[in-house]
């Protein structure tokens, strides 16, 4: 086999000698052939019976490439420039085989169908088959005097290798095993479809129908990488990919944004040297592109919330028990308490199996875990649907029940005492909460009647003390009326007194409703005229001076974004009168100086929002969506009301400028209203009545514009009502903020916030995002299609600058979901209480360890702290807890960099030390009982790893080696078999 390998391999340069058209050329070309296929079966029997199946459809590529050159260039009666023939439906037949062939193999190697790496190869794809669009089917198909079957031909060649070229594009970007085999295939492919391409130029763009010999080159490899493929097929050792979320990394972020690009690029560049279709069809492949694109933002978006989910249940379970973890209780405790309704009683129990040391000692640790795991699963569902259980420490569990009745409540926390697995018993103190005590207090509480129980005897339940009673504390939890979901849950109104509304303030509002009756009179019938533009005035005048005295009302601490607004008010009211003076007097005139106090008008608008939206979390990611919807929408206003003001060769310089500055604003306003709607954090009611105000000014402006561009002159009166309401909601808004003790942040509400923690993209925002870019792209081929080149152009350039942008939201989406991974890994690896490493990270951290036998010595042990029980009940699970840190921080210190430390579980730590001898890594483990802090002792017990048992073994005879430490005395060390000696200190 490997003598017809090297043959196949030399056979492909000897077929340059031939001079080209010969039959010594041909000849030479197709014993080339024969010589690969001879070498591919050959291979492919080679291979297990299991594993042939794939590769035998390679086979029949080459026999139909085989029989199509023996036709075109032995027995072929067509002439030579004649096209298509007889063979090319055997070339285009060995196109099925191998696409078949690739895609089996593929399977096999674990990539996954759905993942976002097929997402990539598709946008890559798509951008491909635009090229192979523009530049080989459609010069066929438009070509004149081309036959039916040069057109099939000449399109189905092109649709093969946009086949391939995704085959080849899936296998690079897509997660799975690596492996030599699908190397050579994949280069084969490549050969095929640079050939193949080439082919295509020349025949297409030269009209040259002969094959270069480069060309044939290429197709000649691609069969002997087949062959190749096959060979290294019975000898490949799979590899990992390089993980990642969905196979993306940064690298792959440019060739994306290029992909999503090229189609766009294409039509706007050479739009003029285009004709009208291949422009549309290209804007089609850009919305197909581009919507490719944001499905990949779709489904990133879905790979980081299922991994930011696995990690969170990581980060908030004990790894042994898979209950709920320390961090877990304190963080359910106080939401518990933060939530809990009127009539609600909430009882916290703490549990401790009893002689549970004693348990450990007699029958070792691994039936110490097993016995913490099935108490576990015994209590698990004892607390009921809005209880909590969780593993405090150790052999201690802590129990939150919440009932309407407290006798209930404490039946249940008994029935959890007494389901104790293997004959065991526990201990438990029981608290009730007062309603106002810390959760410190009324953990120290539980903690104090569990003291007493397990001192009376244990296989007891004790309750604790009774606080004395207190003053009642002014709460939320006070209000009976409070439910979940409510006002007062959600922050609205929470600890205020029921407001007493001024008279003052009752004449405020009168006069705001009287503002809005004058602006809604603009709807009234009429004739439009002088009469219309007065009424007009004098409804925003009483509106105007509404939102004045409203203003006067805030608060001077409060106060400046409204001064702000307040100016715009004025400058547009001065704006509308002078500008209505000139319309009367001078109908024609355009622009007049009221427009440049409208204009100016927008400055202090604009700073007013922005003032009162300080302090809004403005995450990049967030800032991304705002620029792509207003970006969107600014493309839309420039390609619409701009360009056709400034296309006008009759309007004067100012007229142009004037007519751009207003849509201009405009989309900046739109920005500040789509930040404040998209960006998480917190809104106050004050800014959602500014933020109406914006809307309806802008929304005035639309229809005032979609009117002259379609030829009108006059003002319609929806936006004369408009105009008038944002004064109107403007005092409001001012009004609200007035009348809040705690200023426009003091009667907030929540906004739209990141619940995923996924940088702010929901769902729905995601399909705002999806419309927004795609719109620009749509309309693109819609202008195309009507004719209207110039708006088509810049409507292009808009598309390019959106798909930029949602290349940047991917690659920021990318950097969140490293840094979320990351932080959460972090998390679930890490003991709650002592920052060390937990089981689960220590079991992962000792297998790396032994998976390179011929390093030094290694050493496992196992460090228990003395009597740490009695120390436990002297001076409390505090200074327990505060016993096991400083423990904990002194021996990752004293332990060095080549050893690593863990928490194992309750007292007890375990340590891995690569040393150089023996009696060093035992003086070293040693010398860490000098680091006890608290004048505390500890026990340790060593064992050397003999280089092939397993982890499980060798725990074990540490474990073994400890117990016979402390059954010695305590605080000496024991290594494994050895007798157990006292250590001096």
């Keep these: 086999m490997r003598a017809c390998g090297v043959l196949a391999v030399l056979a492909v340069p000897l077929t340059l000698l031939p001079r080209a058209g010969t039959p010594g050329a041909t000849a030479a070309y197709l014993t080339s052939v024969a010589v690969s296929g001879l070498f591919l079966v050959t291979a492919v029997r080679a291979l297990p019976g299991g594993r042939r199946g794939p590769w035998w459809w390679l086979v029949p590529p080459l026999g139909l490439a085989a029989v199509g050159e023996c036709w075109l ?14 063979a090319d439906a055997f070339f285009l037949a060995a196109y099925v085989p191998l696409v078949v062939a690739v895609g089996r193999l593929d399977r096999q190697r674990g990539a996954r169908p759905a993942s ?56 690079l970007l897509t997660t799975g095993t690596r492996t030599p085999s699908m190397t050579w295939l994949v280069t084969g492919l490549v050969c095929v479809l640079l050939g193949d391409t080439e082919q295509n130029v020349e025949a297409d763009q030269l009209g040259n129908v002969s094959y270069p010999a480069w060309v044939n080159i290429l197709w000649l490899c691609s069969y002997v990488c087949y062959g190749l493929a096959a060979y ?28 999503a690009g090229l189609p766009t690029v294409l039509a706007v560049g050479l739009g003029g040297q285009l004709d009208r279709g291949t422009r549309v069809q290209l804007g089609i492949c850009s919305v197909v592109v581009l919507a490719l694109l944001l499905a990949r933002v779709g489904d990133l978006l879905r790979e980081l919330r299922t991994t930011s989910a696995e990690l969170a249940v990581l980060a908030r379970t004990d790894p042994l028990t898979r209950l709920a973890n320390r961090r ?83 039946e249940c926390l008994e029935a959890l005492r007494r389901n104790v697995p ?51 504390v002014p709460s939320p939890r006070a209000s009976p009326a409070r439910r979940p979901g409510s006002a007062a849950d959600r922050g609205e109104g929470a600890d205020q007194e029921p407001e007493k509304v001024s008279a003052g303030t009752w004449r405020l509002r009168a006069a ?174 004050a800014l959602w009545w500014l933020i109406a105000a914006v809307v309806s000014t802008m929304s005035a402006d639309v229809i005032q514009n979609v009117v002259v561009l379609n030829g009108g002159n006059a003002y319609p009166r929806p936006a004369y009502v408009l105009w008038g309401l944002f004064y109107v909601l403007l005092g409001v808004s001012a009004l609200q ?86 932080e959460l890994a972090r998390t679930a690896r890490n003991d709650p209480l002592t920052g060390l490493a937990n089981r689960r990270s220590w079991d992962l951290e000792l297998a790396r360890l032994m998976d390179v036998p011929d390093e030094p010595v290694l050493l496992v042990g196992l460090l228990d702290l003395d009597h740490f029980k009695k120390y436990n009940d002297t001076h409390g699970h505090q200074g327990g807890d505060d016993l096991l840190r400083e423990a904990a921080r002194a021996w990752s210190l004293g332990i060095g960099p080549q050893g690593r430390i863990a928490r194992w579980g309750g007292e007890e730590f375990a340590v891995a030390l690569r040393c150089a001898t023996v009696e060093e890594g035992v003086a070293r483990l040693d010398g860490l009982r000098a680091l006890v802090p608290f004048g505390e002792t500890c026990s340790v017990g060593i064992a050397r790893w003999d280089g092939t048992e397993p982890a499980d073994d060798l725990l074990r005879r540490a474990d073994e080696a400890l117990y016979r430490a402390k059954a010695s005395g305590r605080d000496r060390s024991v290594l494994s078999g050895r007798p157990a000696g006292v250590t001096t200190v």
């Design 73 to 86: 260039r032995t027995s072929s009666p067509w002439p030579p420039d004649a096209w298509p023939t007889p």
């Design 116 to 171: 976002g790496g097929v997402l990539d190869s598709l946008v890559v794809s798509a951008a491909g088959l635009a090229l192979f669009v523009v530049f080989m089917i459609i010069p066929v198909l438009t070509a004149p005097d081309t036959s039916t079957a040069a057109r099939i031909a000449g399109t189905l060649y092109p649709l093969a290798d946009a086949t391939l070229l995704y085959l080849i594009l899936r296998h």
């Design 232 to 259: 290294q097929a019975a000898r490949d050792e799979p590899a990992p990919a390089p993980a990642g979320p969905g196979g993306t990394r940064f690298g792959r972020l440019g060739l994306l944004t290029l992909s």
């Design 328 to 410: 877990t209780w304190d963080l359910e405790l106080a939401r518990h308490r933060s939530r809990l309704l009127e009539g609600d009683v909430l009882l916290v129990a703490l549990l401790d199996l009893d002689h549970f040391k004693a348990y450990n000692d007699m029958y070792g640790h691994q039936a110490g875990d097993d016995l913490l795991r099935e108490a576990a699963d015994a209590w698990r569902a004892g607390t009921g649907a809005d209880g909590v259980l969780a593993r405090w420490g150790g052999e201690e569990f802590a129990a939150l029940v919440v009932t309407r009745d407290e006798a209930s409540g404490r």
């Design 422 to 472: 293997r004959g065991q018993t526990c201990s438990a103190g029981v608290a009730r909460w007062d309603g106002t005590e810390s959760t410190q207090d009324l953990l120290r509480r539980a903690d104090e009647a569990l003291y007493r129980a397990k001192a009376s005897g244990r296989d007891r339940t004790e309750l604790a003390d009774q606080l004395p009673a207190r003053s009642p």
């Design 512 to 685: 705001g409703v009287v503002a809005g009756v004058c602006v809604l009179a603009n709807l009234s019938p009429g004739p439009s005229g002088a009469g219309r533009g007065g009424l007009y005035v004098l409804s925003i005048t009483v509106s105007v001076a509404f939102a004045l005295l409203a203003v006067r009302k805030v608060p001077a601490d409060r106060r400046h974004p409204f001064v702000l607004t307040a100016w715009a008010c004025v400058t547009w009211l001065a704006g509308t009168v002078l500008f209505g003076i000139y319309q009367y007097r001078w109908p024609d005139t355009f622009p007049t100086p009221g427009d440049a106090l409208l204009i100016a008008g927008y400055l202090p608008l604009i700073l007013g929002v922005w003032r009162l939206d300080q302090g809004r979390r403005n995450a990049f990611g967030g800032l991304l969506d705002v620029a792509i919807v207003t970006a969107s929408a600014g493309v839309l206003s420039f390609v619409f009301i701009v360009l056709p003001q400034v296309s006008q060769t009759d309007l004067s310089v100012g007229a142009r400028v004037v007519g751009s500055a207003y849509p201009l604003f405009d989309v900046l306003l739109l920005f500040l209203v789509v930040k404040v709607l998209l960006l998480p954090g917190r809104r106050s009611r």
């Design 737 to 822: 903020t007035s009348r809040q003790p705690g200023g426009h942040r003091a009667n907030e509400t929540v906004g739209v916030t990141d619940a995923s923690g996924l940088a702010g993209l929901t769902v729905a925002r995601l399909l705002v995002l999806a419309f927004a870019a795609l719109l620009p792209a749509v309309l693109m081929v819609a202008l195309d299609v009507g004719s209207t080149r110039r708006q088509a152009f810049f409507m292009g350039i808009g598309s390019l600058v959106v798909t930029v942008m949602v290349a940047a939201r991917i690659w920021d989406l990318l950097r969140v979901l490293d840094q979320q991974v990351a």
